[in-house]
């Protein structure tokens, strides 16, 4: 009965009478042609012998009922895999923006909190100067200690410089899009070292103050990358990088353009695409770098030179 | 027509409701889907040759989702579940498209 029921299911297609030609393909050939399942055919064949047309009443109740519930069932899997797929996304889609909304947020609240300590800075240092302004030593102590918090960066100065733009090639699309992902690199894209060459060589061609993307960098300062974000004193800065340098301009220029990291931005433009120029300052504002916190080191008792 | 009428109920049912699926079944619902569609188009295509039979359709229906889901299982725990995925997927899916073929046929004599 099996081989009857089959060649019913098969009708329309080949007849299958003795060893088929592609015997050895069977499987193929059944998921290709034997597509109903079998039991339908058996069940009709059974059905046909057993008892005659025009079924009783009880199981056509049944028989009613039964697929309706089967396909009901069908259509509750399909509306559930579909709901779970468009809420896996959405909350994907969800979880992202807040991340991006608490990036941001954060940003704010630090960008804040470094102007009320830059206020406080100020308020400290006015406060000194009325104190050191008293007497002859105290205005010596003064300018001395002015001229050191200008050198170590923690107050603002003003002068004549250079300022170097650095940019990535046109073409590459911009790093916000994706700054932390990873994937490939672009050739084109300027990298923490080249922040760091230009930085070097600035220092190297005399600068006496230099800040990127208008953080003064200090002697603590690290310019770092994550992912393919250039960071300035883990702070993400973006291109183009605007490195400004206070220094005796036309000398800083001179040196820094001769000079290795100068020559070597060159080759980069050059051969990448690289955005390099260099550019005197008639005057350049520099903001205070931050104060760097001395965690072993202590102020010497009794030392004041 | 009630038929069809019982699978768009279901779909809305579905997506309304939104059942919660436990985390480790959660995988096998779209292989589950593909599964019973071809239990559908079988029992489609055996209504319109007339050998249509209850039984046959929610035993099929109920073991076809079954045997997908335990081969994709067997699959994550061998390592190869996405490739069986894809297995059963395209053997379902060749199934699917031959039996609407034959519906196609049966209903537009085309």
Known sequence: ?305 | MIPALALVVGVVLGLVLEPTVPAALQPYLPIAVVAALDAVFGAVRAQLEGIFDDKVFVVSFVSNVLVAGLVVFLGDQLGVGGQLSTGVVVVLGIRIFSNAAAIRRRVFSA
């Open chain 1, 1 to 305: 009965m099996r081989t009857a029921a089959a060649q019913t299911a098969q009708a329309g297609s080949e007849a299958s009478s003795g060893r088929r030609v592609d015997a050895s393909m069977s499987l193929l050939v059944d998921v290709m042609t034997d597509t109903l399942d079998r039991s339908y055919a058996e069940r009709a064949a059974r059905a046909g012998r057993g008892r005659p047309a025009g079924p009783a009443r009880g199981p056509r109740r049944r028989q009613r009922a039964a697929p309706l519930l089967g396909i009901l069932a069908v259509g509750v899997l399909t509306g559930t895999a579909v709901a779970q797929v468009r809420d896996r996304s959405s909350a994907d889609q969800g979880l992202r923006g807040e991340l991006a909304t608490e990036v941001a947020q954060r940003t704010r609240d630090s960008d804040a909190l470094a102007r009320r300590a830059a206020e406080l800075r100020d308020d400290v240092a006015a406060v000194r100067e009325r104190a050191l302004g008293a007497d002859a030593a105290g205005r010596a102590a003064s300018e001395r200690l002015a001229a050191l918090a200008a050198a170590a960066a923690t107050t603002a100065v003003r002068g004549p410089g250079v300022v170097v733009t650095l940019d990535d090639a046109p073409g590459d699309d911009p790093v916000g899009a994706q700054p932390l992902s990873g994937g490939t690199v672009p050739e084109g894209r300027v990298r923490d070292a080249d922040v760091q060459d230009v930085v070097n060589g600035l220092w190297a061609a005399g600068a006496e103050a230099v800040a990127v993307d208008g953080q003064r960098l200090t002697a603590l300062s690290a310019i770092r990358s994550a992912g393919e974000a250039v960071l300035v004193d883990l702070r993400p800065v973006s291109p183009p990088y605007v490195v400004e340098a206070v220094g005796d301009a036309s000398r800083l220029e001179v040196r820094f353009v001769d000079g290795p990291s100068g020559r070597r931005l060159t080759t980069l433009t050059s051969l990448y695409g690289i955005g390099f120029d260099v550019a005197r300052a008639e005057q350049l504002d520099l903001p205070a770098g931050g104060t760097p916190d001395l965690r072993a080191a202590s102020p010497a008792p009794g030392g004041s030179s």
